[in-house]
């Protein structure tokens, strides 16, 4: 009788302080809404960890948000895609999408091991520039094997790059001449966080934040396959290096499954709008908990111990989704 008091007594600390974080990121976003709710959380771990001192009493409540409950945020994030809105962007364009996110999944890997990067890191990195940065980067985790500090790492660096796409890409589509709806699907194409997206996509009107959103939450829906393909390879991999009889991760993650499943109960139109804004503000926040939970691990001091290489294959990374998504647009008419 108490033992779930016992495991969750170690946790209200964090949890409360990551709470209160992700709603000032909900408020702020609620007033300024240029400004992305999950930027506000992943900001306040990063400045928390850098210029402030984690209690030892936050940590357990912290580590659960950046697991579990980005997780369930995660899940969450499937109320927002539904086959009917998918298809309203027609054949040419969802090859276009997909032809972005394997151009950059598998080119940013491939730049990592030139730079002689961990293929852990490259991974991580090609994961959040090609889907949905930092949430893609919690996804893909336990599947890459990698270390607290590459997976803090990964995080900043591409919440940095994102964060930079807001005040330099409306720039560059002026200077590029692209219509709003060119420069709408542009964004939707190359920038990594869906709150970036809605900034970034807002400054140039309706039309151009409409088609941003649409083409980012195809991205976003190709999260699932992608995972189930990284979670073969995983399968894969551990069978061939690991001993017999050691345990192998699952063919699909529960998360994963209840993402497709959530997706796929939006798509037959049961929930009304009421409903599903409801979902969408609790997805904001517990993302929020949950990126506030990564943040706190982002140290930027450390940023120097890792050396200018995971710099260059961000810078890199960024650049190449960037020309990519670009020329996808060009040619598909998006």
């Not at 912290?62 to 980005?70: D, G, R």
């Amino acid at each position: 009788m108490h033992r779930p008091w016992a495991y969750l007594r170690p946790l209200l600390p964090g949890l409360a302080v990551a709470l209160a974080v992700a709603m000032v990121g909900y408020v702020v976003h609620y007033n300024v809404d240029v400004v992305s709710p999950h930027v506000v959380a992943v900001a306040c771990g990063i400045l928390g960890a850098t210029f402030g001192r984690i209690e030892e009493s936050f940590k357990p409540g912290l580590k659960f948000c950046a697991k579990k409950v980005l997780r369930a945020g995660i899940v969450l994030l499937g109320f927002r895609l539904s086959l009917t809105e998918l298809g309203k962007l027609g054949p040419k364009s969802l090859v276009a999408v997909v032809a972005v996110v394997t151009a950059t999944f598998f080119g940013t890997q491939w730049l990592a091991r030139r730079l002689g990067l961990s293929r852990s890191l490259g991974l991580l990195m090609a994961t959040g520039y090609s889907i949905c940065g930092a949430s893609a980067i919690a996804a893909v985790e336990p599947f890459a094997d990698a270390s607290e500090e590459e997976v803090a790492y990964s995080i900043a660096l591409v919440t940095l790059c994102g964060t930079l796409a807001i005040f330099v890409l409306p720039g560059l589509g002026t200077l590029l001449g692209l219509t709003a709806s060119q420069y709408g699907a542009w964004v939707g194409a190359s920038v990594h966080d869906v709150g970036q997206v809605v900034a970034a996509a807002s400054s140039k009107g309706e039309v151009s934040l409409k088609l941003a959103t649409l083409v980012k939450l195809t991205r976003v829906a190709m999260l699932a396959p992608l995972l189930a393909g990284v979670a073969l390879n995983a399968r894969r991999r551990q069978g061939e290096e690991a001993l017999a009889g050691a345990k192998r991760p699952p063919l699909l993650p529960l998360f994963i499954v209840l993402f497709l499943a959530a997706s796929a109960i939006t798509s037959t139109g049961a929930l009304s709008t009421h409903v599903l804004a409801d979902v969408k503000n609790a997805e904001t926040i517990l993302l929020g908990m949950g990126l506030v939970g990564l943040g706190s691990n982002v140290d930027l001091r450390k940023l120097r111990a890792v050396g200018g290489r995971p710099l260059g294959l961000a810078l890199g990374s960024w650049a190449l989704v960037a020309i990519v998504s670009l020329a996808a647009v060009r040619l598909s008419g998006l």
